[in-house]
């Protein structure tokens, strides 16, 4: 048993009881999926802690090289010859949790639900055909004139919008670039790879949650740009300056290392349109105007308009109990 965690892998007897004594290692270090992270990048390994989020939250077994950089990261280095042992005996048998996948023969429905259909009578069949057709021939929402910008409302799923105020909201918001007011920033991968932690891109309203956003007033126009997320906590964005990440945001667990945004308003008075402006960095903006899912927010030369504009809308608190 590691004297120090208290935690004996051997003892696990299933994949289930195997990530719980994991959760209990990481719990017993004491440390965030954002300090795992940062220790195993001093270490020279990666461990993305979203990766690791959606393992330790998982269902199956993690693979052999990450179970690895976790445990040292945990500082037991130790115990890892241990860890690694206690995964393969498990793996060896095979799992209920990890059935084989099904044959096509499999995935048809049974016999005694595929007699509860009821085949339409042959009314019913002309009446639908028809009903079809009229709806083909009818032109879709998408094929009609595109709204304003500002008078949009998109729902996310854990959000109600509520008009554009008069002046900046505080607290529980969401944020959509005017480029593309149907997309909303929160996290996301870079889509080149060239850095591994998540940063700020815009993604559809509706995949936005569980992630929450809120602004927090720091005095005058500044103000910190939180992310609250029931897995991984909250962070503060933060402008990076150097490195393979530079320019991007990327939420910070420690707060104090977060930006102060100063958040401006942009365009006409009531639009609810505003600037996100950092000291000495510029202002952030969707990289290159873009308007597709997955594009990143970038810092770059204050010029107010197009991608570096956006509606900041308050919205009722997430339902989930923000940490």
């Known amino acids: 048993m590691d004297s120090r965690h208290g935690v004996a892998p051997e003892q696990a007897e299933n994949a289930a009881g195997f990530l719980a004594l994991m959760r209990e290692l990481k719990d017993g270090a004491g440390l965030t999926y954002r300090q795992l992270e940062e220790r195993a990048a001093e270490q020279g ?60 023969a499999d995935e048809r429905p049974p016999a005694a ?26 032109p879709s929402l998408s094929e009609q ?74 005095g005058g ?17 933060k402008a ?9 945001l990327e939420p910070m667990d420690d707060c104090i290392r977060g930006s102060h945004f100063h958040v401006e308003p942009s365009g006409p008075a009531g639009s609810g349109t505003y600037v996100l402006r950092v000291d000495g960095q510029g202002c952030a903006g969707i990289a290159g105007d873009g308007t597709g899912a997955g594009t990143e927010t970038v810092m770059a030369h204050c010029v107010g308009r197009g991608g570096q504009v956006f509606f900041v809308e308050p919205v009722t608190r997430p339902t989930f109990s923000a940490p």
């Open 221 to 237: 126009d500044e103000y910190h740009i939180q992310w609250h997320h029931p897995d991984y906590g909250k962070g503060c964005l």
């Open 45 to 104: 390994s990666v461990l993305a802690r979203s990766t690791l989020a959606d393992v330790l939250n998982g269902r199956t077994l993690p693979r052999p090289e990450l179970l690895s950089v976790f445990v040292r990261a945990c500082g037991a280095a130790d115990r890892e010859a241990d860890w690694l042992r206690a995964r393969d005996a498990l793996a060896a048998p095979p799992s209920p949790l990890l059935p084989a996948p099904p044959s096509p």
């Open 145 to 218: 004139p595109a709204a304003a910008p500002q008078h949009q409302s998109v729902a996310a799923p854990q959000h109600q919008s509520v008009a554009a105020p008069a002046v900046l909201p505080t607290g529980w918001v969401r944020i959509r670039p005017v480029t593309a007011p149907e997309l909303c920033l929160t996290d996301g991968r870079v889509r080149d790879q060239r850095y591994t932690p998540l940063v700020a891109v815009q993604r559809p309203c509706g995949e936005a949650g569980p992630q929450a956003t809120l602004l927090e007033p720091l």
């Open 240 to 248: 990076l300056t150097d490195g393979p990440g530079l320019g991007l």
């Open 113 to 138: 639900l595929r007699r509860r259909i009821p085949r339409l009578p042959l009314v019913a069949s002309f009446t639908l055909a028809a009903a079809v057709l009229v709806w083909a021939l009818t």
